[in-house]
């Protein structure tokens, strides 16, 4: 079984950064990617960032110049970090890891900007 637990999230103004974390633990394939997608209310979970194995990442055009995705391999966890934050970057995020046995998704973390 496979667990993802995520962390960092928060209320910020706009302008400002923060930094989630997510945790893997359990049994899962070493190739793999790990990612964070978002959802906001009355909208569809949307990508944020990847990164695989390998370490090469994608981002939405939304976010880029602006997250950060990385990983800790030795502790099997991925960090997104977000600087200039906007409201539009509201919503619940959710930690994903891919990988041949399968995808799983972390419980959601909730990041709040205000104006």
């Known amino acids: 079984q496979v667990q993802l637990v995520e962390s960092g999230g928060g209320s910020v103004q706009a302008g400002g950064s923060l930094r989630l974390s997510c945790a893997a633990s359990?049994?899962?394939?070493?190739?793999?990617?790990m990612g964070w997608h978002r959802q906001a209310p009355g909208k569809q979970r949307e990508l944020v960032a990847t990164i695989t194995i390998g370490g090469r990442t994608t981002y939405a055009d939304s976010v880029k110049g602006r997250f950060t995705i990385s990983r800790d391999y030795a502790k099997n966890t991925v960090l997104l970090q977000m600087n200039s934050l906007k409201p539009d970057d509201t919503a619940v995020y959710y930690c994903k890891l891919d990988s041949p046995r399968g995808t799983y998704w972390g419980q959601g973390t909730q990041v709040t900007v205000s104006s």
């Open positions: 359990g049994t899962f394939s070493n190739i793999n990617t």
